[in-house]
Every structure is written in structure tokens, then in C-alpha cells.
């Protein structure tokens, strides 16, 4: 089963999916989809930054920067 991700949490796109330009982020948004296989979809908010969308599967957790 994928990671969960809850409201604030930081976040950063697993290297080698296609994402690898996506910046770190905190979590603004994550709905579970049972059509994604149980899967999470999650929208990332980097500073100063514009959100993206992706799977929770394909995020794993960073620590929040200083």
C-alpha cells in the first residue's frame, strides 16, 4: 500500500518518475483514489512556487527547509 500524506507535511518527487524538476513542497491537498489502485492523489505547494498534483506513490518525505 502507498504512503499517506497528511496537511503539511513535507514532501519531494521520487527521482527516475518524470518529476524530477518538481521542487520540494508541503502537502496542501491529498484525496484518497481508489481507481489509482488505493493510491493518493496529492498537490504539492513549493515556496514561491505554482502547486502540482501527483500520486503519493510517486512522493516521498523530506525535511521541511530552515
Known amino acids: 500500500m502507498p504512503p499517506r500524506y497528511a496537511l503539511g507535511e513535507w514532501v519531494a518527487p521520487l527521482p527516475g518518475h518524470g518529476h524530477d524538476g518538481c521542487p520540494a513542497g508541503r502537502v496542501e491537498r491529498g484525496e484518497e ?13 513549493p515556496p514561491g512556487g505554482m502547486p502540482y498534483v501527483l500520486k503519493g506513490s510517486e512522493l516521498y518525505r523530506v525535511k521541511p527547509p530552515h
Open 33 to 45: 483514489c481508489a481507481g489509482l489502485a488505493d493510491d493518493q492523489v496529492v498537490m504539492v505547494l
